[in-house]
T-cell receptor, first 112, second 114 residues
């Protein structure tokens, strides 16, 4: 089955860039998602990228996809304290059951 | 349009008690799922449903039952609570079963089993 790996923790200073990485095993995903979880809340869709794209930019967010290495990254420019959260990547894989397998999540800590 | 609503937000159970975590959605989600979130373990899929009357097991189904008698509701039952079931539980739904339909999550139920 699908396996997703992320580093567990990242600490940056306010105003710096943050890069959160994700590797996955199933290469059949047509979309790859990034979700954000703020303290005490459920996950919210942050952004996504089509598998036929290498990069997607959305304001301060840049998603990079390396399909050959099965590596996905999320870059947050000018990181703010409000970006402190847990970030999950979720490649849907080829399953037609619709279920998503998530990585462990990366906790981003932004220091003022 | 409330999205995905979970009740209760908090619950404390004694070992051996049973209870039902409620999940309701008003977004025409065909697919619904239950996850548990534990420190260092990420989100693990417990059960899921691809439509009314259809359910299936996820990664960690033992100790839990689900049913999907209506499209809107997807309750999770703990038959005999154990301390290992102390966790935060999330219900999530998506409109279609295709990869371009993201999951929408409820705000979670924090369960403690003593």
């Amino acid at each position: 089955g699908e396996d997703v790996e992320q580093s567990l923790f990242l600490s940056v200073r306010e105003g710096d860039s943050s890069v959160i990485n994700c590797t996955y095993t199933d290469s059949s995903s047509t979309y790859l998602y990034w979700y954000k979880q703020e303290p005490g809340a459920g996950l919210q869709l942050l952004t996504y990228i089509f598998s036929n794209m290498d990069m997607k930019q959305d304001q301060r967010l840049t998603v990079l996809l390396n399909k050959k290495d099965k590596h996905l990254s999320l870059r947050i420019a000018d990181t703010q304290t409000g970006d402190s959260a847990i970030y999950f990547c979720a490649p849907p894989g080829s399953s037609n059951t619709g279920k998503l397998i998530f990585g462990q999540g990366t906790t981003l800590q932004v220091k003022p | 349009n409330a999205g995905v609503t979970q009740t209760p937000k908090f619950q404390v159970l004694k070992t051996g008690q049973s209870m039902t975590l409620q999940c309701a959605q008003d977004m025409n989600h065909e697919y619904m799922s239950w996850y548990r979130q534990d420190p260092g373990m990420g989100l693990r899929l417990i059960h899921y449903s691809v439509g009314a009357g259809i359910t299936d097991q996820g990664e960690v189904p033992n100790g839990y039952n689900v049913s999907r008698s209506t499209t809107e509701d997807f309750p999770l039952r703990l038959l005999s609570a154990a301390p290992s079931q102390t966790s935060v539980y999330f219900c999530a739904g998506r409109t279609s079963l295709t990869a371009d339909s993201p999951l929408h999550f409820g705000n979670g139920t924090r369960l403690t089993v003593t």
